[in-house]
């Protein structure tokens, strides 16, 4: 189903409209001010993975070129980026947990050199 993004002339807001069917003809305004005065703009693709080609991404040789296991800022990278390709599915707060267990290994509180994420 596709979304089309139209900018108004007038105020510059953007303003999307969901299409049901391809056949479907719609016309277009600025949901901000009302304007019938909007040009068509060129919008991002989304496009939808599912986990094993996600995985599969973060795993990729090319993706871990500059991951070295004894340097924590580019664990704490990878661990980011990580975070973000999976989302929701990591739990709330995952990024913070990641910026804390930074925290206690470089204040020197890491005990066992594991953390809890």
């Known amino acids: 189903m596709p979304i089309y993004e139209y900018q108004c002339r007038g105020c510059k807001k953007i303003s999307s409209f969901l299409l049901l069917r391809t056949t479907e003809e719609i ?46 800022r580019s664990i704490e990278r990878f661990m980011k980026k990580m975070g ?6 990591l739990g709330e707060g995952f990024e913070e947990s990641i910026e804390e267990a930074m925290a206690a290994e470089c204040s020197g509180d890491s005990t066992s050199g594991e953390v809890d994420i």
């Open 84 to 89: 973000r390709e999976l989302g929701d599915e």
């Open 27 to 72: 016309e277009p305004f600025c949901k901000a001010c009302g304007s019938r005065d909007v040009v068509r703009i060129i919008s991002r693709v989304a496009v939808i993975r599912g986990e094993e080609k996600r995985m599969e991404s973060l795993l990729d040789p090319s993706n871990l070129s500059g991951l070295d296991e004894n340097d924590p």
